[in-house]
């Protein structure tokens, strides 16, 4: 198994900044992305990096959230700028060993970590 503890969210004004991370039990060589939760609505994914690095965003997000992994760490980010009140949500790390995109059928989720954004 691989456990997958998220941290770095918060509150921020509209345009403000944070960073996620999302530290991995172990090393995995399969894919690694960050979804979020909206109450009342299906989780959705936001940013997941497959195992050979290459990375997809969802549409809502492109050019604001920046996924990056450091394998030394074991550990993947998500910077989000120019933050937005849509933003809010349940942030989610999940980890599979195989390249399954933005999908949610994810093997290993974090706990989550709250972004909230006023």
């Known amino acids: 198994d691989v456990q997958l503890v998220e941290s770095g969210g918060g509150s921020v004004q509209a345009g403000g900044s944070l960073r996620l991370s999302c530290e991995a039990s172990?090393?995995?060589?399969?894919?690694m992305g960050w979804f979020r939760h909206f109450p009342g609505k299906e989780r959705e994914g936001v940013a997941v990096m497959d195992s050979d690095g290459s990375v997809t965003y969802a549409d809502s997000v492109k050019d604001r959230f920046t996924i990056s992994k450091d394998n030394a760490k074991n550990t993947l980010y998500l910077q989000m700028n120019s933050l937005k009140p849509e933003d809010t949500a349940m942030y989610y790390c999940?980890?599979?060993?195989?390249?399954?995109?933005?999908?949610?059928?994810?093997?290993?989720w974090g706990q989550g970590t709250q972004v909230t954004v006023s």
């Open positions: 172990r090393y995995g060589r399969g894919c």
């Open positions: 999940a980890a599979d060993e195989y390249n399954l995109g933005l999908a949610r059928s994810y093997t290993y």
